[in-house]
């Protein structure tokens, strides 16, 4: 089952983007997922292809209109989960990733400006990602981000099934070190034990490194673990 991933956005231009290189452009090639990048302008009401006016109330920026998305969005979905890249979203999360590869068509709306009309949101049952807390110029970026997170989790993918196990959020844990050749590099050895070929050890190793490592960076992922 192929992963359909339909873009709704006033640059389609910028897509596939990075997502046509490496891994994903691999995966793109051998249809283990699509992406189509609609003109959210094609669907506007007027000669100037206008998809957005002042907001009610006053305030800085422009809306991006209901009629206009709303039109683009009943012509173009074909079912599955419909996502707003925004920064009021729930956290875009290894969880969630896995969440959505399991999904068989993803329409995701790129907003610009100060965002889209909260009745869209409303009326089609939008469910709203955020990727950090912070502002982009759009959510075009956001959304290639989060579409890299979820089609790396498509079967067939990655060329090695156990690849993303021991990643960073797999298990609650930041990943622990990696080291490869040469074994000394500018007086820096390789740790030892990584030598030894005692896979037991080893993976003590690994555990106590990642405990190490979220406890002084991400102890947050700690609390919610307990």
Request: with cysteine; glycine share 10%; hydrophobic share 35%.
């Amino acid at each position: 089952m192929a992963l359909n991933v339909k873009i709704l956005t006033i640059f389609p231009e910028i897509f596939p983007g990075f997502l046509g290189y490496s891994l994903t452009g691999r995966a793109l090639e051998k249809g283990i997922w699509t992406i189509d990048a609609v003109n959210i302008r094609d669907y506007a009401f007027d000669k100037h292809a206008s998809v957005d006016d002042t907001p009610c109330g006053g305030g800085a920026g422009m809306i991006m209109r209901p009629d206009v998305l709303g039109n683009a969005i009943e012509h173009n979905y074909k079912g599955g989960k419909i996502i707003y890249m925004s920064p009021k979203g729930s956290p875009l999360t290894q969880a969630k990733a896995h969440e959505l590869s399991q999904c068989e068509n993803l329409t995701v709306i790129c907003g610009r400006f100060e965002g889209i009309d909260e009745r869209v949101i409303e009326e089609y049952g939008i469910e709203e990602i955020s990727i950090g807390d912070y502002i982009l110029t759009g959510g075009e970026q956001a959304a290639m981000i989060m579409i890299d997170s979820v089609v790396r989790l498509l079967p067939g993918v990655l060329g090695n099934s156990l690849s993303t196990e021991n990643e960073s959020f797999e298990k609650g844990l930041l990943e622990y070190p990696q080291y490869t050749r040469p074994i000394e590099w500018k007086g820096r050895k390789v740790p030892e034990i990584l030598l030894s070929g005692h896979h037991e050890k080893i993976a003590a190793w690994q555990k106590e490194q990642s405990l190490k490592i979220t406890k002084e960076k991400r102890p947050d992922l700690l609390e919610k673990s307990s």
